[in-house]
C-alpha cells in the first residue's frame, strides 16, 4: 500500500512536490512547474494550499524509500 509523504530525497523546498509526484507516479519538475503556474493563475490559493499540506503531510521516514540505493 503506497503512502503520502513528504520526500526526503527530491525535495527543493518541502518535498511535497517530490512527494506527490513519487505517489502518483509523474515526474516531479512538471509537478513543479505546474504548481508555480496555479499558485500565480489562484491568486496565492494554491501557495496556501502547498503550505497546509506541508505542514500536515509527514516526512518521508527511512523505511519507506522504494530504492535502498538513494543514500548512496
Not at 520526500?7 to 505517489?23: F, M, T
Not at 494550499?49 to 503531510?57: L, P, T
Not at 516526512?59 to 522504494?66: I, L, Q, R
Amino acid at each position: 500500500m503506497r503512502k503520502l509523504f513528504r520526500s526526503e530525497s527530491n525535495k527543493r523546498i518541502s518535498g511535497l512536490c517530490g512527494g506527490l509526484a513519487q505517489y502518483f507516479g509523474i515526474d516531479a519538475s512538471m509537478l513543479r512547474l505546474l504548481t508555480v503556474i496555479a499558485a500565480f493563475f489562484s491568486f496565492g490559493t494554491v501557495l496556501f494550499i502547498y503550505i497546509v499540506a506541508s505542514i500536515f503531510i509527514p516526512k518521508e521516514t527511512f523505511g519507506s524509500f522504494t530504492d535502498p540505493n538513494e543514500f548512496y
